[in-house]
């Protein structure tokens, strides 16, 4: 347990984006922890930037998907269990950025026609614009913005290979440090990059260089429901 909570972009993108790989996680970690949430302007801005982008790329892969399941021959209008463990089995096998929501999808299905799940996946596709933006609400409403007003040369001695090959998350660091540093108690930087803040890359140094407390990584197992 801790006090605060600095939430990467990650974390934001993985709460707000449904159909996104690490949304179960992200979904779980802030309806479950006690800690309270920061992110700063910065952290929005990314999403901001990045939104438009990030849900043409989920709705591009639902319509595959339905273009996908209209192609296939094997199967009859009418899907039952076999049919639906099959399709299950192709988001494992294939390619689609949309991959774990679509066989979370077909794990609550039995018996249902091609028309229904294409009615289904059509109007998740159409209201993906509405159904982020409530979920950005609702982030908002649960998550403190922080503002970093000092800055830490001294970390760029330690941090410095961090920064020159990966600066957004150099600063991200630097502005957990800063809440670690003006906080009471304990802070945990929280994100599902493990390529870079994973033991085996900077997750080590950055705790012993800094008063962050701990390093929490929300990444989705890949291949069972989160």
């Known amino acids: 347990m801790v006090d605060t909570s600095f939430l990467d972009k990650g974390i934001l993108l993985g709460y707000c984006f449904t159909v996104h790989t690490h949304h179960e996680k992200?979904?779980?970690?802030?309806?479950d922890a006690d800690?309270?949430?920061?992110?700063?302007?910065?952290?929005?801005?990314?999403?901001?930037?990045?939104?438009?982008?990030?849900i043409k790329q989920h709705r591009t892969a639902i319509l595959d998907h339905i273009t996908r399941l209209k192609r296939a021959d094997e199967f009859s209008e009418e899907l039952d269990p076999d049919d639906i463990d099959e399709i299950r089995r192709w988001m494992i096998t294939t390619a689609?950025?949309?991959?774990?929501?679509?066989r979370d999808y077909y794990d609550g299905l039995s018996y249902t026609t091609v028309r229904d799940v294409e009615n289904d996946l059509r109007s998740l596709a159409r209201e993906l614009d509405?159904?982020?933006?409530?979920?950005?609400?609702?982030?908002?409403?649960?998550?403190?913005?922080?503002?970093?007003?000092?800055?830490?040369?001294?970390?760029?001695?330690?941090?410095?290979?961090?920064?020159?090959?990966?600066?957004?998350?150099?600063?991200?660091?630097?502005?957990?440090?800063?809440?670690?540093?003006?906080?009471?108690?304990?802070?945990?930087?929280?994100?599902?990059?493990?390529?870079?803040?994973?033991?085996?890359?900077?997750?080590?140094?950055?705790k012993q260089v800094t008063d962050i407390d701990k390093i929490r990584i929300l990444v989705a197992n890949p291949t069972t429901k989160a």
């Open 130 to 206: 509405k159904l982020t933006r409530r979920r950005k609400e609702k982030f908002d409403s649960r998550v403190e913005s922080w503002t970093r007003d000092r800055e830490y040369p001294g970390l760029e001695d330690n941090l410095g290979d961090l920064k020159q090959e990966e600066e957004e998350d150099y600063w991200v660091c630097i502005d957990a440090h800063d809440l670690a540093c003006r906080t009471p108690g304990t802070t945990e930087l929280v994100t599902n990059n493990p390529s870079d803040f994973g033991e085996q890359a900077y997750g080590s140094v950055i």
């Open 35 to 54: 800690a309270v949430f920061y992110v700063t302007k910065y952290i929005d801005d990314v999403y901001e930037e990045k939104k438009r982008e990030v």
């Open 96 to 102: 689609n950025d949309a991959w774990r929501y679509l």
């Open 26 to 31: 992200c979904e779980e970690y802030l309806s």
